[in-house]
């Protein structure tokens, strides 16, 4: 889909529809997110947001056409949507926990196999992104704190080189200076070009961040909006109640 590259959109989406056995969780969606965008998308519980990034990366049924640089990618295939570069970062983190920071980080760069070199230059990139995990780097990840757990998190999917980053619900359950550091080092990968999609109940928080957000409600985008326009919660309310 070379028009798609060309309209300079590192992803775009066209009617993309999930379920859940009968219960249809996602109704059919258009967006798309610009190459080196940041993009919020937002919501009360239960509007569809992480089912969204879900059948973005095809771990759920759907319908619909999801096409990033320029190449549709596979329906329910996700080990082909992250050789594609598309990578996400799971609601819940999805370490493991038997296992070393180290060898967490070195899954994420499965691919590499043997290039030895490369694979120590992403850790060290990681590492100094994140430098809490250098310091703990040979302690097993089910030790470390919530916040370590999502630089953690953050840090595997770097590993692997991703051209866009979907993170679902970083901030969850952490306290509001570790998850502004979070933010501040997406921040951070943005500015360097990496194209982003950020799922966040912390509005404020990303409203700073993105340059459009999505706002999501009942299973379908309900606005589209520019965040410097949003000067008030009960501005933001009135999109989520539609």
């Known amino acids: 889909m070379s028009d798609t590259a060309s309209a300079g959109r590192i992803l775009e989406v066209q009617g993309l529809s999930a379920r859940y056995g009968h219960v249809e969780a996602l109704r059919p969606v258009d967006l798309y997110v610009g190459n080196g965008e940041l993009v919020a998308v937002l919501g009360p519980n239960g509007a569809g947001k992480s089912t969204l990034m879900r059948a973005l990366m095809g771990l759920v049924p759907t319908q619909g056409r999801v096409h990033f640089r320029g190449s549709e ?30 060898d967490n980080l070195e899954l ?7 290039d030895k070199a490369e694979l120590a230059r992403r850790h060290e990139r990681v590492l100094s992104l994140f430098p809490r995990l250098q310091e703990r780097r040979a302690q097993v990840a089910g030790s470390l704190s919530g916040g370590e757990q999502q630089m953690l998190a953050v840090g595997r999917a770097l590993m692997s080189q991703p051209k866009m980053l979907l993170l679902d619900e970083p901030s969850l359950g952490l306290a509001p200076r570790i998850t502004e550091e979070i933010l501040e080092k997406l921040a951070v990968l943005n ?33 589209e909006i520019d965040p410097r326009t949003i000067k008030s919660h009960d501005e933001l309310a009135r999109f989520y109640l539609g």
Not at 80 to 101: C, D, N, Q, S
Not at 201 to 220: H, I, T
Request: proline fraction near 7%; avoid cysteine.
């Open 73 to 102: 990618v596979p329906r329910h295939n996700p080990a082909a949507a992250a050789a594609m570069g598309l990578v996400l970062v799971p609601e819940g983190r999805g370490i493991f926990g038997p296992m070393t920071v180290a």
């Open 108 to 114: 994420g760069a499965y691919l590499l196999k043997r």
């Open 191 to 223: 500015r360097e070009g990496l194209s982003i999609m950020l799922v966040e109940q912390k509005a404020p928080l990303a409203l700073k961040l993105a340059r459009r957000v999505y706002v999501m409600s009942v299973g379908s985008i309900a606005a």
